[in-house]
């Protein structure tokens, strides 16, 4: 069974910085793309930074110079620095990551900034 596991969430004032980590286990191959999203409860979930399956970056606007994504040595490893928080960045995140049309999903990992 696919697990992706998330890490690295807390609690931090604004200007403070997180770094989330991302693993995936039960699985011998290796995910196509790899990704973080967050939810708002009432909003449905935004992508935050993503890796494509040609191995590019992508992030949401809002996070833009604050956020960096990377990859691990391990694979279906993924991490997101976040530096420079803000209290709109509160939400819960999602690591995802797809193979072909299968879609993954972690269990998320709450992110509070506080002002």
């Known amino acids: 069974q696919v697990q992706l596991v998330e890490s690295g969430g807390g609690v931090v004032q604004a200007g403070g910085s997180l770094r989330l980590s991302c693993a995936a286990s039960g699985i011998s191959f290796s995910l196509h793309t790899m990704g973080w999203y967050r939810q708002v409860p009432g909003n449905g979930r935004e992508l935050v930074a993503g890796f494509t399956s040609g191995g590019s970056s992508n992030y949401a606007d809002s996070v833009k110079g604050r956020f960096t994504i990377s990859r691990g040595d391990a694979k279906n490893t993924v991490y997101l620095q976040m530096n420079s928080l803000k209290p709109e960045d509160t939400a819960e995140y999602y690591c995802?990551?797809?193979?072909?049309?299968?879609?993954?999903w972690g269990q998320g990992t709450q992110v509070t900034v506080s002002s």
């Open positions: 995802q990551g797809n193979h072909f049309y299968n879609v993954y």
